[in-house]
């Protein structure tokens, strides 16, 4: 016989396909698996060993009996030949230790999956090499889907891509001790199986089995759509693949229907009987569900997954081993081995408890390490905390400072006394006083020589803080100016020259404070309201006005301590969290369609109490156009119903002056009800105003319902709230009443955190969440604080983390990945 060179590609081929279909000796298009590699182990080899020669023709005589071996038999089979072939194209004197092959695609029950990856790779692949280069993934052919579908391009990218859930197909039950909503593994003798088209709809296949333990029976069902699947021989070849008697597992969702229990779609694989599969990816373990998208099934990224596995040997964990024992977390390749297929329960939430603290943690530390430096870098001018200035406003004001306001206004002021740059947001209620301590901070820069400019998202609100403030400062003899695009060419060029000499000490504005212009003397604080309302390119323009200016930002939009330190990691967050005494509770209450003449008549009531009121639209659709119709239609209805009293009309089509002319109107109860969408939402004060009736009050987020609510309940009187409901929807209903219950809006946000998740409490991509793979603001609070607390000590400790190269690197992939950019930028 003429000595050979065997084709290594298509020996490699066919072991790594008889693995994956669960060694059934699989049929080709001329031979049986065996009879394959039989045929090729009988031909000499041209070079090799004499002991390698004896091993090949050892193998083919092995080879022989493949047919008549059981599935744990051919599993080791196949394992020594694919050993035997790696030891021959090296060209090693001594044999190889089975290693974990690429044929053994799925895993032994009995051990964890992340042990048993594919070594798909000629040597281990680092996190860096290319996904398309895994043999496991050329062989699958699915890199493509990958990038273009997932932007998932290295090993990195995948072990990285982790579940968004876990189904738990490792508890396995009896038959009949099935509960509904359950996720279980049963294990059972086939009774009978069947498979033919439905009757009902000719391109659906059922699927029908009969499963039975010594507890009891039950009917799967498995349905596939799809001329592909209703052809016959194919139908007939299925239902062979489960011949009665031979010993299968099933896992699923347990649902019960009138007929008993049954498992919603589920996993079924053979354990014993022809084609049974010893190993499962599936049955019997904690199986990873991952984010999808058109294109890409849930199996493409298991088996991408369980090709980059071997890489997590080459990880180093960045994180110092002192914080993970003090925090009692695992290592990082356990973590993601374990979080990918983990081997139990225990070991999934020790691997989530530590990838979560990594998010938190790299962010909290990229966020405390871009202000320190920001903080070396820059240097502002010291502002004097008190004055004559300071002492008279607190004279003329007509009331003391609450405890909250007191503490927030020293937190202030400290931080204005130094040269480091200030970049303190102040969040409280509606109503808590934020303006008044802003009025400190301005005072201090003006008495300290230097100029101050307050920007407001709109000109509503604008114009509310400039005649607040006028009817302070004209007592204190300052002079005080508003900018905004209403504002007249003459008015507007007079405020220019006066910022311009200094005689200006302040300017409140919109948009318009970032006109190139706007030019200040000498600008020493910039004050920003509704800052997430704002791009940070408009904040930034405002800030080039001045020589690193100290920066104060106020939000009347509350959000947990947890969300804040999330948001505003590189800021101080101070918290007014007290209301002025007097201020009575709104009442609130939920109504529904058939109680709105209740709502009508407190209408009346208290109109003619000499009271006014709000009457709130929701956004219909993303159309102007639509929202002003509804509006229209709303104003012209009560109208009709309220003929003895004016009613008004506010929209965003309105032009400044309109809007301006709308609220005078009403601030002067010459209006008594005002029919408005949510520009009325801020920025509006009107203590005679008593109710505040929402319509579709299901439509709005809970903090957006606080903020409105907002509006009345400013004076002494009594005030209501009326949450008019068009649906009976259980769960508007509990959102609902979390309003009816609290006045406390850092309460109401949380609550509207747990039910809508911050991306939509906030708005996705301008609010600045980050974009957590893992890590939920809401059920995470507890690691959120622990990372955050481990990110000081390591930054006080070092704040350029000098000799932690790994570590550096590692925080500017994930800052960049989180914030989407450097965290000096």
């Not at 039989?38 to 000499?44: A, G």
């Not at 021989?233 to 031979?246: C, D, F, I, T």
């Not at 947890?562 to 967050?573: E, I, P, Q, R, S």
Request: aromatic residues 6%.
């Amino acid at each position: 016989m003429t000595a050979w060179e065997p084709n290594w590609e298509r020996l490699y081929k066919a072991l790594s396909v008889e693995a994956e279909r669960g060694f059934v000796d699989l049929m080709g298009k001329q031979y049986h698996f065996s009879e394959f590699v039989m045929l090729e182990l009988s031909k000499p080899l041209a070079t090799g060993t004499l002991e390698q020669q004896r091993r090949w023709r050892d193998m083919a005589i092995a080879f022989s009996e493949y047919p008549h071996c059981n599935p744990e038999e051919r599993r080791n089979l196949t394992i020594a030949a694919r050993n035997l072939f790696d030891n021959l194209q090296n060209r090693q004197e001594t044999p190889q230790e089975p290693p974990q092959s690429e044929i053994t695609s799925k895993t032994p029950k009995t051990a964890p999956i992340a042990a048993q990856a594919p070594s798909s790779y000629a040597s281990k692949p680092s996190l860096n090499t290319p996904l398309r280069e895994l043999a496991e993934i050329q062989r699958r052919r699915i890199a493509k889907p990958l990038e273009e579908r997932l932007g998932l391009y290295t090993v990195r990218d995948v072990l990285f891509y982790y579940p968004r859930d876990h189904i738990d197909y490792a508890r396995q039950v009896n038959i009949g001790q099935l509960v509904a909503g359950e996720t279980v593994t049963l294990v059972g003798t086939v009774k009978r199986s069947n498979c033919f088209t439905s009757p009902k709809n000719k391109k659906l296949t059922i699927f029908e089995l009969i499963l039975r333990d010594r507890t009891g029976q039950i009917k799967l069902n498995r349905f596939f759509g799809g001329a592909n699947f209703t052809n016959r021989g194919w139908q007939e070849r299925l239902k062979r693949q489960y011949p009665e008697g031979s010993v299968i597992a099933a896992s699923g969702l347990v649902k019960q229907n009138k007929y008993g229990f049954t498992l919603d779609n589920p996993e079924i694989e053979i354990l014993d009987g022809p084609g049974a599969a010893i190993e499962s990816i599936k049955i019997g373990r904690i199986l990873p569900v991952y984010p999808l998208v058109e294109g890409v099934t849930a199996d493409v990224v298991r088996h991408a997954v369980l090709a980059a596995l071997p890489a997590t040997e080459s990880i180093t964990d960045p994180l110092p081993a002192v914080l993970k024992r003090q925090y009692g977390l695992i290592g990082l390749k356990d973590a993601i081995a374990q979080i990918h297929f983990p081997s139990d329960r225990d070991s999934l939430t020790h691997a989530r408890r530590r990838l979560v603290f990594d998010e938190f943690f790299y962010l909290q530390l990229g966020f405390l390490q871009r202000r320190a430096q920001l903080k070396k870098a820059e240097k502002s001018a010291v502002l004097v905390p008190s004055g004559e200035l300071s002492e008279q406003f607190k004279r003329i004001l007509p009331f003391s400072l609450t405890n909250a306001q007191q503490r927030v206004v020293g937190e202030i002021l400290q931080d204005l006394n130094s040269e480091t740059p200030m970049n303190r947001l102040v969040q409280g209620d509606v109503g808590s006083g934020k303006t008044v301590v802003g009025v400190y901070a301005i005072l201090a820069a003006i008495q300290s020589g230097y100029q101050a400019a307050l920007m407001a998202p709109t000109e509503v609100l604008a114009e509310q803080h400039y005649r607040k403030l006028v009817t302070w400062f004209n007592l204190l003899h300052l002079p005080v100016e508003l900018l905004t695009g209403s504002t007249k060419a003459a008015k507007r060029r007079e405020i220019h020259a006066q910022l311009e000499t200094g005689e200006l000490p302040l300017l409140v504005g919109t948009h318009a404070l970032i006109q190139d212009k706007v030019k200040f003397r000498q600008l020493g604080l910039v004050v920003i309201d509704e800052q997430h309302r704002f791009g940070v390119e408009q904040r930034a323009r405002l800030l080039d006005k001045g020589r690193s200016p100290h920066v104060l930002t106020m939000t009347a939009t509350p959000i947990p301590r947890t969300l804040a330190l999330t948001l505003h990691g590189d800021l101080d967050v101070s918290q007014i969290d007290e209301l002025p005494p007097g201020r009575q509770p709104i009442q609130t209450t939920a109504l529904n369609g058939k109680q709105r003449r209740q709502a009508y008549d407190l209408i009346r009531r208290e109109i003619a109490q000499g009271r006014q009121v709000y009457v709130i639209l929701p956004m219909i659709e993303e159309s102007e156009k639509m929202d002003l119709r509804a509006a229209t239609q709303e104003y012209e209805r009560l109208q009709e119903i309220f003929p003895e009293f004016k009613v008004g009309l506010l929209h965003g089509r309105m032009s400044s002056a309109e809007k301006e002319d709308v609220l005078k109107q009403f601030r002067d109860n010459e209006t008594q009800i005002i029919v408005s969408t949510t520009v009325i939402e801020v920025g509006v004060d009107v203590p005679n105003a008593t109710v505040m009736l929402i319509e579709n009050a299901e439509r709005f987020g809970l903090s957006q319902l606080h903020q409105l609510r907002g509006r009345v309940g400013r004076g002494s009187h009594q005030s209501y709230c009326l949450l008019m409901s068009g649906t009976n929807n259980p769960d508007a209903k509990q959102r609902l009443a979390v309003l009816e219950q609290s006045q406390d809006g850092f309460f109401i946000s949380e609550m509207d955190l747990r039910f809508r998740g911050p991306g939509e409490v906030l708005g996705r991509r301008q609010s600045g969440v980050a974009d957590f793979a893992l890590a939920s603001l809401v059920e995470d609070q507890e690691v959120l604080n622990l990372a955050r607390e481990a990110a000081e000590k390591l930054i006080f400790a070092d704040e350029s983390l000098g000799g932690m190269s790994s570590l550096k690197k590692e925080l500017e992939i994930r800052y960049q990945k989180l914030m989407g950019g450097s965290i000096l930028t």
